[in-house]
């Protein structure tokens, strides 16, 4: 059988709810579960790194854009297929 990982936070409740997007299978599974108190905390944000990554990548593209009009996205008909301009 395969294994899944992952973190979860347990509440009052004593539910372990997995993130969204981790699938588990029906029925009886076995769980074992290790306190992470001690250990560094790490984000919740399961998009952390790709949003870093994103934001990264715009912040080197508006450094490297050349001079486009200051209406380009008003009028990016007119400007990348001809159509006059209102």
Do not use: C, N
């Not at 029925?27 to 992470?36: A, C, I, L, M, N």
């Amino acid at each position: 059988m395969e294994t899944v990982e992952f973190h979860a936070v347990v509440d009052q409740d004593q539910v372990i709810r997995p993130p969204d997007g981790v699938m588990l299978p029906r029925g009886e599974v076995e769980v074992t579960v290790r306190s992470r108190q001690g250990e560094p905390a790490t984000s919740a944000d399961s998009l952390a790194s790709t949003r870093a990554w994103l934001l990264a990548m715009a912040a080197e593209a508006e450094q490297a854009a050349p001079d486009l009009p200051s209406d380009m996205a008003e009028h990016h008909d007119h400007y990348a297929h001809g159509k006059p301009r209102p």
